[in-house]
């Protein structure tokens, strides 16, 4: 069973760094892309990216590029999502997922963490 | 980058049928076969219910069915129950790996 379990919820002051976590199980780590969507309080759903975790390529959502950075590590099934200076507008919930293909579909997701930034 | 662009809201009594609209580009609904449809129940993740415009995903019910018409996407619910209540989003690829959904529509039972 393909599971994607994340870390805990955060609550940061802005300014401050964090990285949040999602661990794979279930199948072979490497052979899939894993996208991060975000959701705002009270909003729809937007797509930040993918990571390939077979060689940690990435691609960003023009509208995130430069403002988080994704990672993994294929020794540990884990892929990160890493800010430097965090924003009030930073707060939201973060979800990991696990397309089917590199067209989106996303079919496998992670049961979201919340980021709460205080200014 | 846009959202694709949906209802805010659609409502519907039990048993009835209801359709959610997705309207995109030429460059991204019109052009691509890649159009999935997600579920998202209060406090929970995301599910996946169509993927590629019109294939439904595994153990979800006949009664969820989808289409595509130019730059449009539309995600029909039959026999609507109470526990189709949530929040229901298109989501479309656009290109260079790049995806992009839609605001959200909240169906409600009424």
């Known amino acids: 069973e393909v599971q994607l379990v994340q870390s805990g919820a955060e609550v940061k002051e802005a300014g401050e760094s964090l990285t949040i976590s999602c661990k794979a199980s279930?199948?072979?780590?490497?052979?899939?892309?894993i996208g991060w969507v975000r959701q705002m309080p009270g909003k729809g759903l937007e797509w930040m990216g993918t990571i390939y975790p077979g060689d940690s390529s990435t691609r960003y959502s023009p509208s995130f590029q430069g403002q988080v950075t994704f990672s993994a590590d294929k020794s540990i099934n884990t892929v990160y999502l890493q800010w430097t200076s965090l924003k009030a507008s930073d707060t939201a919930i973060y979800y990991c997922?696990?397309?089917?293909?590199?067209?989106?579909?996303?079919?496998?997701w992670g049961q979201g963490t919340l980021v709460n930034v205080s200014s | 980058q846009s959202v694709l662009t949906q209802p805010a809201s659609v409502s519907g009594s039990p048993g009835q049928s209801i359709t959610i609209s997705c309207t995109g580009t030429r460059n991204d609904i019109g052009f691509y076969s890649h159009v999935s449809w997600y579920q998202q129940r209060p406090g929970k993740a995301p599910r996946l219910l169509i993927y590629?415009?019109?294939n439904r995903a595994l153990g979800v019910s006949n009664r969820f069915s989808a289409s595509k018409s130019g730059v449009t996407a539309f995600l029909t619910l039959s026999g609507l129950q109470v526990e189709d209540e949530a929040d229901y989003f298109c989501?479309?690829?656009?290109?260079?790996?790049?995806?992009?959904f839609g605001g959200g529509t909240k169906v409600t039972v009424l």
């Open positions: 989501a479309s690829y656009s290109g260079g790996g790049n995806i992009l």
């Open positions: 590629d415009v019109f």
């Open positions: 279930g199948y072979k780590f490497t052979s899939y892309l």
């Open positions: 997922a696990r397309p089917t293909n590199e067209y989106g579909d996303y079919e496998n």
